[in-house]
């Protein structure tokens, strides 16, 4: 497989598990060609078409001598460091997890996922977008000044593959945690934790000192519907959300990472908030990704904080 093959696996298999759909998926993309399409010639010229066939703008191939992988590096985040190990290891490319490049620079256009998200959980799509709109404003100015090609630039003179897959992944994760829980409908917020707890990552994410957290509520309290709108769709969502998803009937958010600030309005709006830990959540997006390559032929190495868990062979 090359590279470009790998982000086409990855992107496929992330519209699969998208809480959205894959309807959804597939609307968005025909309004991104309608909109290309009403374009002036000179704005059309402008225009990245990599928008018309990739839904997940934050993923993509930066440095691509267009070989074949047969070794992989996976891993969280990439440093130049990590490159070197890579060159010297001999590895085909490094698939990294978060964001590079100008997959950084449009993580806030990937965003608009948690509106649709929050819309399927009962939240009025008009509040979802109208606060979406404004977090995901904040995210653009604040990726804006990041020098996000800093470790594209070091692959590029090491001539070592780099690509990154970023929400395909938290999709894997949001769509894993949803049929488990889905199953077994915790009734207690312990019950919740328990469950996530019970996952392989998880459980060496506890080992290594980051365990599933109760970051509002607690653990007595009943979980009551519980959602899954702060795992995936580029990075923490609208602070001011959780009054409304209260009112939407929501008892509980599973969350990647929380924000104090977003812990504070959760907790006033009397929500249980459970945070499954960060790297745990995005290594188990990784690694159902990652089994996938496995099983096409393709020899997996893990580093930069990557918990690497196999699935057994289907
Ligand atoms: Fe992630
Ligand atoms: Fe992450």
């Not at 965003?111 to 977090?135: F, T, W, Y």
């Not at 999709?171 to 077994?184: E, P, S, T, Y």
């Not at 599933?212 to 769709?233: H, N, P, Q």
């Amino acid at each position: 497989m090359t590279q470009q093959q790998i982000l086409e696996l990855a992107i496929k298999m992330g519209t699969k598990a998208d809480l959205r759909g894959v309807e959804a998926v597939a609307k968005y993309l025909v309004r991104q060609k309608k909109k290309f399409e009403g374009l002036s010639a000179k704005k059309q010229a402008d225009f990245d078409k990599e928008r018309l066939v990739n839904p997940y703008m934050d993923s993509g191939v930066w440095n691509d001598s267009g070989k074949p992988v047969k070794k992989a590096m996976a891993g969280i985040d990439v440093t130049s460091g990590d490159i070197m190990l890579a060159k010297s290891l001999g590895v085909d490319t490094i698939i990294n997890h978060h964001p590079l490049g100008k997959g950084l620079a449009m993580l806030d256009g990937g965003m608009h996922l948690q509106a649709d998200v929050l819309a399927l959980c009962g939240v009025p799509i008009n509040i979802a977008e109208s606060l979406m709109k404004v977090r995901i404003s904040e995210v653009g100015r604040g990726v804006h000044a990041s020098n996000s090609y800093k470790t594209i630039d070091a692959a590029k003179l090491a001539k070592v593959n780099l690509m990154n897959v970023h929400t395909p992944a938290d999709n894997l994760v949001a769509d894993f945690l949803k049929k488990i829980i889905d199953k077994k409908q915790p009734e207690y917020v312990s019950e919740l934790v328990e469950l996530i707890a019970g996952v392989d990552e998880y459980k060496e994410s506890a080992r290594r000192g980051s365990p599933v957290k109760i970051f509002a509520g607690s653990e007595d309290r009943r979980a009551g519907k519980i959602v899954l709108t702060e795992i995936t769709g580029g990075t923490e969502g609208a602070k001011n959300i959780y009054r409304e998803m209260a009112n939407a009937g929501i008892g509980t958010v599973v969350a990647m990472h929380l924000s104090e600030e977003h812990r504070k309005n959760a907790e006033e709006a009397h929500l249980n908030v459970v945070v499954a830990s960060h790297i745990a959540s995005d290594s188990l997006g990784m690694n159902l990704f990652l089994d996938e390559l496995e099983k096409k032929g393709i020899e997996v190495i893990s580093y930069g904080g990557l918990i690497r868990i196999k699935r057994g062979k289907k």
